[in-house]
Nanobody, 124 residues
Framework: QVQLVESGGGLVQAGGSLRVSCEAS????????MGWYRQAPGKEREFVAA????????YYADSVKGRFTISKDNAKNTVYLQMNSLKPEDTAIYYC?????????????????WGQGTQVTVSS
C-alpha cells in the first residue's frame, strides 16, 4: 500500500478558498483511484470526492458538488482538493485514501491506509 501525507490545511473565512494536497510514496500511485474524506468533531468520517487512477473521472458528495474540485498528478504522486466557496460546515480534518476501485465503489469502504490528515477551519 502507498503511504499518504496530507498538507495545506488552515484557517479561512467563509466564502474563501483553500487547496489541500496529498502526497503518496511508492511508484505504483498511478494504479490507484484516490479519494478525499473529512471528519468533523463528534461526527463520523465522511466521503468528499474521488478520482479515477488516470484522472479522467470524478465523483463528489452532494454537499460539495460545484464547490470542490479533485485532481490528480501521477507524475508528482499527488492528489489535490481545491475548495471554493467554503462554509463553516466544511470545517473538519481532511484525509485522503488510495484504493484501486474507489470510484467504482463511489468512495464507500476505502481499503487504503489513512494519513494524519490536515485541519481545515472555516470561520463565519
Amino acid at each position: 500500500q502507498v503511504q499518504l501525507v496530507e498538507s495545506g490545511g488552515g484557517l479561512v473565512q467563509a466564502g474563501g478558498s483553500l487547496r489541500v494536497s496529498c502526497e503518496a510514496s511508492g511508484r505504483t500511485f498511478s494504479i490507484y483511484d484516490m479519494g478525499w474524506y473529512r471528519q468533523a468533531p463528534g461526527k463520523e468520517r465522511e466521503f468528499v470526492a474521488a478520482i479515477s487512477r488516470d484522472g479522467g473521472n470524478t465523483y463528489y458528495a452532494d454537499s460539495v458538488k460545484g464547490r470542490f474540485t479533485i485532481s490528480k498528478d501521477n507524475a508528482k504522486n499527488t492528489v489535490y482538493l481545491q475548495m471554493n466557496s467554503l462554509k463553516p460546515e466544511d470545517t473538519a480534518i481532511y484525509y485522503c485514501n488510495a484504493d484501486p476501485f474507489l470510484l467504482r465503489k463511489r468512495g464507500i469502504n476505502p481499503r487504503g491506509s489513512w494519513g494524519q490528515g490536515t485541519q481545515v477551519t472555516v470561520s463565519s
